[in-house]
């Protein structure tokens, strides 16, 4: 972490004399370039920041949970970030490297992006290290190229992160649409399969007599953890409950028909004059299974029927006894025309549960009460439009989440419950508007956005506990943010 620092700093301070020196570098609107005459080293130094106000007024929940109430007003800095790209020995040899140094609940810098590419030709790249996972548009649209403050939450709950691995790659002229050549952009990968969780319950908290007792309403409402990968840290070379030796395989195919639309929200530098218009639409789908953990967790209730979950012995290599496989798939698509900008996408999750080992031997395929598999839904639309060109955006948007129900046991006494599920269904509306002062590099934004959770348990409505439908609770809230970000 030190090195990198005085790194950055180094060259912060060596800009000025970078500049002056056309031959070797310049000094642009954002970042310092720099390259040598030949053109067999190149380098650029981008940092983006971000500051916010975020007013956040939380409703319902009163008598049930005692959220309601718990507003707050705070000013943070949600992204920090320095972008380091550019090639070594000749331009089809290039390299990323991505640093967060603020990250939430981690110390020191977080590296996102680090990776090496080889691109002889535009048809075939291969890239090796760490990446952004080829599958949710919304996810590879970086921050700050948003008109958005944050990911909507579909998004949220079926992005794929981080992930190490190997990756082909490639976009490929397919004709010519009056001066605009269709586009054809694929990207296939093997990965590493690591789950976000041990268990894929996004820490919500557990199952008590009094339904669920929701234990981080900040990991419901962000939907963190889940079904879906999660490669980001510093794995050791070691076995481990979340490394365990599963991978992922992904891949999306994208088809610009009408010309290029690039990975931005806004529809930004379009000449009015020209009245070109563009489509996108897309498809991207991954498949990876993990051993989850099936003991005394919030999946323990469903694979332990027995009043001591903790008895079922773990094979001695230490695999986790629960196995599932995870589907995941979505389609987008997008608009682009004067200075309209729209972007839906779809999402599908599938689920299937095994039982390995000594559970094997509990016969649990009999058992109704038995989660053997689920599909969690959600989609997302938004629209936003260049009041001003280039300047003032506006925009609203919508966001739906489904996650399926089941039913399942308790932890312990193994009395039968229904209505159970991974996630909280989810609801979001919201707007935006926009002031781009010098583009992405300097803008201001306001956003509004009003979320309604349907939590997965509340308190029972019945006399007992057995067998009874679990009437759900909400979290709403209301939330505006407003924020600045400068790229320099």
């Known amino acids: 972490m030190r090195k990198t620092l005085i790194l950055v700093a180094l060259a912060v301070l060596l800009a000025p004399a970078l500049a002056a020196q056309d031959e070797l570098g310049s000094l642009g609107n954002s970042g310092l370039r720099f390259r040598t005459p030949g053109d067999e080293f190149e380098l650029t130094l981008t940092t983006a ?3 916010r106000l975020t007013y956040h007024d939380a409703r319902a929940q009163g008598s049930r949970s005692g959220q309601n109430g718990a507003d707050f ?61 080829p599958a ?21 709950a079926f992005n794929q992160g981080w992930v190490k691995g190997l990756e082909v790659s490639g976009r490929a002229d397919l004709y010519d649409m009056d001066g605009e050549p269709a586009l054809l952009r694929w990207n296939v990968g093997v990965f590493n399969g690591v789950l976000a969780s041990a268990d894929g319950a996004q820490g919500r908290g557990t199952i008590t007599g009094r339904g669920v007792n929701v234990t981080d309403f900040n990991k419901t409402e962000h939907y963190a953890g889940g079904f879906r990968n999660n490669d980001w840290r510093m794995n050791a070379e ?8 599963d991978l992922m395989i992904a891949g999306r195919l994208e088809f610009h028909p009408l010309g290029e639309i690039r990975r931005h929200y806004a529809d930004m530098d379009n000449d009015p004059d020209s009245g070109v218009w563009r489509v996108m639409v897309a498809v991207a789908a991954n498949y990876f299974s993990a051993r989850v953990e099936g003991r005394n967790t919030f999946l323990g ?63 649990l395929d009999d058992d109704r009460f038995m989660v053997k598999g689920l599909t969690d839904l959600g989609a997302s639309v938004d629209v ?48 935006q ?49 407003l924020q600045l970000q400068w790229m320099f």
Do not use: C
């Open 136 to 156: 949710t548009w919304g996810y590879l649209v970086d921050h700050e190229r948003s008109v958005w403050t944050d990911r909507d939450i579909a998004d949220e």
């Open 301 to 363: 209730n469903v694979y332990h029927n027995n009043p001591n979950p903790g008895t079922v012995p773990v094979p001695a290599s230490g695999r986790l006894p629960v196995q599932a496989d995870i589907f995941h798939a979505t389609a987008d698509g997008h608009f682009r025309w004067l200075g309209l900008a729209v972007n839906w996408a779809l999402h599908m999750r599938s689920v299937k549960f095994t039982a390995r080992g000594a559970l094997q031997e509990l016969n």
């Open 49 to 51: 920041t971000q500051f």
């Open 384 to 431: 936003n439009y260049f009041v001003l060109r280039d300047r003032l955006n506006i925009g609203a948007r919508f966001a739906w989440v489904n996650f399926d129900e089941f039913r399942s046991r308790r932890t312990g006494s193994g009395a039968p419950v229904d209505g159970d599920s991974f996630g909280a269904d989810g609801w979001e509306y919201g707007g």
């Open 238 to 245: 070691t076995f481990g409950q979340l490394v365990d030796s």
């Open 73 to 133: 007003t705070n000013f943070s800095l949600p992204g920090v970030r320095s972008f380091i790209h550019g090639h070594i020995f000749g331009p089809e040899f290039q390299y990323r490297v991505w640093l967060v140094y603020n990250w939430p609940n981690t110390t020191g810098v977080r590296i996102e992006d680090a990776h090496f590419r080889w691109a002889p030709t535009p048809l075939f790249n291969l890239t090796a290290g760490q990446m952004k996972a």
């Open 433 to 481: 508007v926009t002031w781009f002062v010098h583009g992405d590099n300097l803008k201001l934004s306001a956003e509004y956005r009003y979320v309604v959770q349907q939590l997965p348990h509340g308190v029972s409505r019945g006399a007992g506990l057995a067998g009874v439908e679990r009437g759900s609770d909400y979290y709403n809230f209301h939330e505006l943010r």
